[in-house]
T-cell receptor, first 112, second 112 residues
Framework: GEQVEQLPSILRVQEGSSASINCSYE??????FPWYKQEPGENPKLIID?????ERKQIQELIVLLDKKAKRFSLHITDTQPGDSAMYFC???????????FGEGTKLTVSS | EAAVTQSPRNKVTVTGGNVTLSCRQT?????MYWYRQDTGHGLRLIHY???????QIGDVPDGYKATRTTQEDFFLLLELASPSQTSLYFC???????????FGPGTRLTVL
């Protein structure tokens, strides 16, 4: 079935630098791409999303880019802070259904 | 923010045991989902539902049954629990007109 590949699985950055997470998907009918942040012991929470009619979206320090031709999308966190340390999951909607297919996650650690 | 509750929050059972995990949302959402989360696999969809009485098979359904008794309540049933079903289980819900899924707090299940 549909898969979403997410890389890297582990990411360590210095406070104030940028962090980038990349995802790729298979289904050309996918039209919705959310990013979830999960802190230890907590549930995943939506932080930003992008639909297929857009190429770029920014909310404060979060930037999402979508390349539909290449079937890739990415999350960029600028000016990282220790509070950004968490697991991050990308997902893609499965065309024609109400399902989301999740990537395997990236553990981001921001050190001060 | 949409409210999704799960019970129990923690459960320990033995191999062959019978377990029911409960999920309730009070936001009149049509769609409800059951996921399991395991290290290295992200979130994997077990079953989901469009509404009361409806059930759709997810991506990892083996060993699980589910039932949607009302608009609010979605249950996951493990009739013969196995150690491979030790995991963190999340319920989620969403409206029909939105892509965003809201997650419950999770249930940690241990099968000895």
């Amino acid at each position: 079935g549909e898969q979403v590949e997410q890389l890297p699985s582990i990411l360590r950055v210095q406070e104030g630098s940028s962090a980038s997470i990349n995802c790729s998907y298979e289904d050309s009918a996918s039209n919705y791409f959310p990013w979830y942040k999960q802190e230890p012991g907590e549930n995943p929470k939506l932080i930003i999303d992008i639909r297929s009619n857009m190429e770029r979206k920014q909310i404060q320090e979060l930037i999402v880019l979508l390349d539909k031709k290449a079937k890739r999308f990415s999350l960029h966190i600028t000016d990282t802070q220790p509070g950004d340390s968490a697991m991050y999951f990308c997902a893609a909607s499965e065309g024609g259904s109400a399902k989301l297919i999740f990537g395997e996650g990236t553990k981001l650690t921001v050190s001060s | 923010e949409a409210a999704v509750t799960q019970s129990p929050r923690n459960k320990v059972t033995v191999t062959g045991g019978n377990v029911t995990l409960s999920c309730r949302q009070t936001n009149s959402h049509n769609y409800m989902y059951w996921y399991r989360q395991d290290t290295g696999h992200g979130l994997r969809l077990i079953h989901y539902s469009y509404g009361a009485g409806n059930l759709q098979i997810g991506d990892v359904p083996d060993g699980y049954k589910a039932t949607r008794t009302t608009q609010e309540d979605f249950f996951l049933l493990l009739e013969l629990a196995s150690p491979s079903q030790t995991s963190l289980y999340f319920c989620a819900s969403k409206t029909g007109g939105s892509y965003e899924q809201y997650f419950g707090p999770g249930t940690r299940l241990t099968v000895l």
